[in-house]
């Protein structure tokens, strides 16, 4: 019998499951809004923003190890308009005092730096007893402030309820509650219940491709260190999909896919620091050349300001 910890490091899991909600965010829509259809127009494309989300997320943040996973994506809604929705997902236990101030912040950020108006979703994925805040409360003085968000914990419905609904998303929250049974329950059980959601997926009519991703997200998410099992799971999609889907093949694909897609990213991330910093470093120069401005103004000799402020002379003496 297998159980042993697993190795697989808890970020490769967090971009799964980020990727996994990008994948399949029309019809998370659809599990928390039973007339989504009626509200969201699917038939046009949503828009994932993760360049303007980058540009509100200060370093600070992103240095401090959170474990969560955000999104921000645009819809177009039925009357023709278009709404922003900012997804926060607080990952596998996480307890961040925080969490509620930061998403807060997160919307304003963007509401400020954009001028959009944002819904909030809070996503949860920890153990039954994780907080999950669902306000964010500030009063000082007369003055205060109510900022109430929509929210989501994987436990809000049983593994039962789950498997029974005609919902692709559905079947994710019970890979993020068979999730936080790594290392805890044997390989083998494991194995059996990610096959369990494997086969209640191959029952409904989903297209091909969206199968094909869930089930590469399905096996990687739900990480079993077993050659055998592995084996096993393999032989009975090529089974149960009458060998249309060959995991094996399937994950090489991917595999390539995705090392292309990390040096695309890394690429996009890159471009976007050196705009950010090349935009501070001229609002910087902006400001040194007004305080240069004032110091002339005065008396102070060129060679001092260039001394304080960094400035060449031969700039300063351009600003007379």
């Known amino acids: 019998m297998t159980n042993k910890k697993l190795s697989k490091p808890s970020k490769q899991n967090d971009e799964l499951l980020k990727g996994a909600f990008e994948e399949n965010f029309a019809d998370f829509l659809r599990f928390l809004y039973p007339n989504a259809d009626h509200i969201f127009d699917f038939s046009k494309s949503i828009q994932f923003m993760d360049k303007e989300l980058l540009a509100i997320v200060p370093d600070r943040d992103r240095k401090k190890g959170k474990r969560v996973a955000d999104l921000l994506a645009k819809v177009c809604l039925k009357d023709g308009t278009e709404k922003y929705i900012l997804l926060n997902m607080e990952i596998e236990g996480g307890r961040d005092a925080e969490f509620a101030k930061r998403i807060y912040q997160y919307n304003y950020r963007i509401w400020d730096r954009y001028d959009i108006s944002v819904a909030t979703i809070a996503v949860y994925t920890g153990n039954r007893d994780q907080p999950k805040p669902c306000e964010y409360n500030l009063e000082v003085l007369d003055t205060s402030i109510r ?88 032989e009975q999609i090529i089974e149960l999909s009458g060998g249309t889907i060959d995991m094996g093949v399937i994950e090489v694909v991917k595999k390539q896919e995705r090392e292309q897609g990390r040096l695309e990213e890394r690429a996009k991330t890159a471009k976007l620091l050196r705009e950010e910093r090349a935009k501070a470093e001229a609002e910087k120069l902006v400001e040194k050349r007004e305080s240069a401005i004032k110091m002339l103004q005065n008396g102070f000799d060129a060679k001092l300001i260039s001394d304080i402020l960094g400035l060449s002379i031969e700039e300063i003496e351009k600003l007379k």
């Not at 419905?157 to 805890?184: P, T, Y």
């Not at 494997?198 to 079993?224: C, E, G």
């Open 147 to 234: 900022f109430q968000y929509r929210t989501y914990h994987i436990f809000d419905h049983s593994e039962e309820e789950l498997l029974a609904m005609d919902n692709i998303f559905a079947f994710l929250v019970v890979a993020c509650q068979k999730a936080l049974l790594e290392g805890k329950i044997p390989d083998e059980e494991l194995g059996e219940d990610r096959l369990t959601i494997a086969k209640t997926l191959l029952r409904h009519d989903y297209d091909h491709d969206r199968i094909k991703n869930f089930l590469i997200f399905l096996k990687n998410f739900l990480y079993i260190n077993d050659a055998e099992i592995n084996r096993i799971f393999d």
